[in-house]
């Protein structure tokens, strides 16, 4: 059954020839037919490729399903383990069916990440090499930490954290910008098993103190402030009100280390709780820069990370360390194509799982050199990362699809503004001779916005890998192998090696060849999370329920003749703004929250930069008026609920919403409603009250 999936593949795409399409890609131009577009990699890129050919990517592929135990422990084994797993390198069951899910890799396999990522690649001879170069907001902000010296940093910190008491399997949150520490106290919680809670920096306090009485962290990291662009963010402040907020719950936290960010704000302007509160500065640099390791089982939690699902709480989804270790360092080696002289740069914040797998993990992991960026891409103006790329001599370019449109739209209106044709000036001024691979993450890449990053960016020279993958995954999970494959602009291609996606029904009855559906995945692999802390019911229901024997991902997906993978999208209640995970039903309370508002409803519509925007319908109280002022305290709701980037888009007046007789909101009318696409309601004939159609449309301008 198994190799019927690889046979299906086995083939060369049609029209795959020796013959360079790069010429057909010319600028900004779209081709007749998507589908049949395919851009080769180089012969000098694929000839230098860890994967050169589709042949030897299907003999990797085919080793990797026929016998995925031997496939990894393979890999495993160029790793460093105090103890072998046991005879059994993976259990799984993945059928509800069948009993409870579970998910194990190297069980019984003792080791420890941060000693995998550090003191190995130390240990190699590479303790001079540079592991992070950082970046600040401002254009002369900058340093950077060898290998040797970022062990320093992570055995002081991690030394400092269990003198506090925190021990193996203690939750850490972490909340802090884009900072070396941010990396370094992620270490330093593997290092002694903690297991780290990382909240991105752009969480209210109330979505900051909904996650900390969660997982009940014995101590929170954060910093006094950070400059972003042209603004200043109090981030204590926030983490003190969400820690007043988290004791009126019931979970008090005794320490919140501050790392003092002196070019945002000063310490002596920075509010202070005695006896809880304790600088970085002036306490973890006197304790030892050696610190032993916690030995940890492959099974045991390595992280928390909170993420959107269709209901207003988030799920904390838990990643594991042996599974998880070989995965991210393997999926980033191929799909990047990785080399020991690479510089590699990864604009996502370690806030969310991009950060963690791909700026900290995984790189690190294979001894790479690595990028953290604290500021914004546009600042000071939009030329700011081809200024980083040529500034450090960036190789491999790593970003999201909303960025990618961000930049080209910024190049047209330098254009406008300007009065002549400059309108790349912004990325062409700079050199960018050093890029070699260019990678896309977050929702699908639009194949304008593939052909400008393929094209203008990289000057038709950098393979794209489309990195499709979820914060459930732990990596990438369907993504080009650079050199191996002719892409097709705006697909992620074929599987990663050890993964099995399958694309079913309704009914969930697995489709073959040429179709479209409800993208799952039959089978385990090493990165998969394996529970939602403190919920597991709900990981069977969210995950495992709505297709029995498979992992259900929540997109869409087509598979197109040559067997080339487009994903289509979410098809739950998540939209995906900027490549943030949103829950439609997170922002509805948020709303619902305020005093006015009777009800709501989100729905996702396309917007030009991030991708999806969010669209709001809300039902007003009796007797409340309709008015901008109460527009702007309803998206305040949201920024103080969820944080600034869940702010609606746009607050569509509603005077009742489009009901089933049962009660339902029909949401696919209020999509078509929000994106003008009037003539396609459909049927509105089960509707409660049908007339509440064109209400709704009379007040779409208002
Ligand atoms: C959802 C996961 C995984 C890192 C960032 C987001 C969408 C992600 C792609 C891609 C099409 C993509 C999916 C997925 N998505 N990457 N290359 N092509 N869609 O992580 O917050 O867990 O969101 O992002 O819809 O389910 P996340």
Redesign the pocket.
Known sequence: DHLRHVESMATLPSGAGKISHLNAVILGEALASEENDLVFPSEDFSRQALVSSPAQYLELYRKSIEDPARFWSAIASEFYWIQKWGEQVYSENLDVTKGDIKIEWFKGGITNICYNALDRNIEAGNGGKVAIYWEGNELDQDGSLTYSELLEKVCQLANYLKDIGVRKGDAVVIYLPMLMELPIAMLACARIGAVHSVVFAGFSADSLSQRIVDCKPKAVITCNAVRRGSKVIYLKDIVDAALVESAKNGVSVDVCLNYENKSAMKRETTKWTEGRDVWWQDTVPKYPTTCAVEWVDAEDPLFLLY??GSTGKPKGVLHTTGGYMIYTATTFKYAFDYKPSDIYWCT?DCG???GHSYVTYGPLLNGATVIVFEGAPNYPDAGRCWDIVDKYKVTIFYT??TLVRSLMRDGDEASNFSGFTCNLCYVTRYSRKSLRVLG??????NPSAWRWFFNVVGDARCPIS????????GGFM??PLPGAWPQKPGS?TFPFFGVLPVIVDEKGTEIEGECSGYLCVKNSWPGAFRTLYGDHERYETTYFKPFPGYYF???GCSRDKDGYHW?T??VDD?I?VS???IGTAEVESALVSHPQCAEAAVVGVEHEVKGQGIYAFVTLVDGVSYSEELKKSLTLAVRKQIGAFAAPDKIHWAPGLPKTRSGKIMRRILRKIASRQLDELGDTSTLADPSVVDQLIALSDC
Not at 440 to 445: A, K
Request: no cysteine; glycine share 12%.
């Open positions: 993420t959107s996502a969310w799982i991009t999201a699809p896309s993450v977050g929702e699908p890449i489309d990195t499709w993958w979820q914060t459930e995954t369907i993504t992620a991902t929540g997109d994903l999208g979410r998540v995906n490549g943030h995970r």
